[in-house]
């Protein structure tokens, strides 16, 4: 496996562990990546250039715009807009908060823990520039990885104070437990379960006050925009999805790996980089669980938000699971299996839409479908989404509409009875590509 190795155990599909590998992209000097085997502490962080003085946090601010870093979380929001509108929100003596989201609830993705892990002064750092920015004297590093709490806290008592009070919120593990509202109502005493928008938490999060909820990779970016400026952060890149980001690559019979690379980095590439074999790959899974199944065509295009976008697809967390012996009709009826049981249950539409949409997708992995079942999966993939609190609803659309367009004779095969693989020994995994860590 190309790289050095990082710090992080992760559980494989077949209950086996192995380290995931943090590797650099070739000729790239890492920005979020650090490769040595222990987290770094605050004498090595301050050394390399961190916890820098910040005189002028508009101008900050402006060099992030001029930056235009997007959300690593998902939805690949400007990281500026959200500032400058929880700023702006406070002015006046309203006070405002800091969320940094390192609730990784992407089964598929273990980005955010590895950082949170082996880099929690670059997060601190980004939290600490962020809430100078919207003028917050609060901060919450929310998460539920025990040891990322542990490396989170340790980092915490060893930084001289800065007068920003930062509080570490440990949840229990969850698909929904990741979304915004949903670290503010837990922040708040509640549930990890999302509430409906509006609010939203730029105008009432915790304690109701405005709040910047930031992915942890997102913020982990604030240190390097501060040294190095803007133009040499859109260096790398592309000219709309500039810089690099970190993606989590399973599957093809190959141990995990998690990368930095920059955007725009060739699928084909990467997966050849990672010592996957083309021929066997049949497509992926993009983007953790949300952005559904891309089939082959994925191998002729780059890892960027404007080229997923025109796939009907995304990149979300960054990460990539190869499909290749897996059928995908049996992938797309595992991951909504998963949406089946992780939904929230406080939304009649997602509680009854992904339990449909599961239980066509078993029926077709076992060759029990009609093809009325399908006409009624085809449909549900258009006319349930955006109906619900959170995006749990639109992942499991994603997939199904996904399936039907991209695998057409998997599931024409599948309708006959005639997939031979499904038949004797059809893929299943409760959380297909899973690279949760364990201690």
Not at 381 to 405: E, F, H, I, K, M
């Amino acid at each position: 496996m190309p790289g050095r190795r990082g710090s992080i155990v992760t559980t494989m599909e077949n209950g086996s562990t192995a380290l995931v590998s943090a590797a650099v992209w070739p000729g790239l000097e890492p920005r979020l990546l650090r490769l040595e085997q222990t987290a770094e502490d605050y004498a090595t962080y301050v050394e390399a250039g961190g916890y820098q003085d910040l005189d002028d946090p508009d101008a900050l601010l402006d060099e992030v715009d001029r930056s235009g870093l997007l959300g690593r979380g998902g939805a690949a929001f400007p990281l500026a807009v959200k500032l400058r509108t929880v700023r702006d929100a406070g002015r006046g003596g309203v006070p405002t908060v800091v969320l940094a989201n390192g609730e990784e609830g992407e089964p598929a993705s273990v980005k955010d823990k590895w950082l949170l892990r082996n880099r929690p002064h670059l997060v601190l750092d980004g939290i600490r520039l962020a809430a100078r920015i919207v003028g917050a004297d609060h901060a919450h590093v929310y998460l539920s990885d025990v040891l990322a709490a542990e490396a989170v806290n340790a980092a915490l008592h060893s930084v001289p104070s800065t007068g920003l009070a930062v509080a570490v919120v440990t949840v229990d593990p969850g698909y929904v437990a990741g979304e915004e509202t949903a670290a503010v109502r837990a922040v708040n005493g509640g549930p990890a379960k999302p509430t409906d928008k509006p609010p939203r938490p730029f105008q009432e999060g915790v304690r109701g006050l405005p709040t910047l909820v930031s992915n942890v990779e997102t913020l982990a970016n604030l240190p390097f925009i501060l040294r190095h400026g803007s133009d040499t952060y859109r260096a790398q890149g592309t000219s709309a999805s500039p810089g690099t980001f970190l993606a989590t690559v399973t599957g093809g019979d190959r141990p995990p790996a998690l990368y930095e690379l920059p955007h725009g980095t060739s699928v084909t590439e990467l997966l050849t980089h990672h010592g996957v074999s083309i021929e066997n790959v049949s497509g992926v899974l993009m983007g953790g669980y949300f952005a559904g199944l891309l089939n082959r065509e994925v191998l002729d295009v780059t890892l960027d938000h404007e080229t997923m976008r025109r796939l009907g697809s995304g990149l979300g967390c960054g990460a990539v699971a190869v499909i290749s012996d897996e059928c995908p009709v049996a992938v797309a009826a595992s991951v909504l299996s998963y949406f089946d049981r992780e939904n929230a249950g406080q939304c009649g539409s997602c509680f009854n839409g992904t339990a449909a949409m599961a239980a066509v997708a078993g029926a077709l992995r076992d060759g029990a479908a009609t093809p009325e079942d399908l006409g009624r999966l085809e449909r549900w993939s258009v006319v349930l989404r955006g109906r619900g609190a959170c995006a749990t609803l639109d992942a499991a659309t994603n997939v199904a509409a996904s399936l039907l367009r991209a695998f057409p004779n998997d599931v024409a095969r599948h309708l006959a009875g005639a997939c031979e693989p499904c038949r004797t020994d059809a893929y299943a995994a409760a959380r297909p590509y899973e690279v949760e860590a364990v201690s």
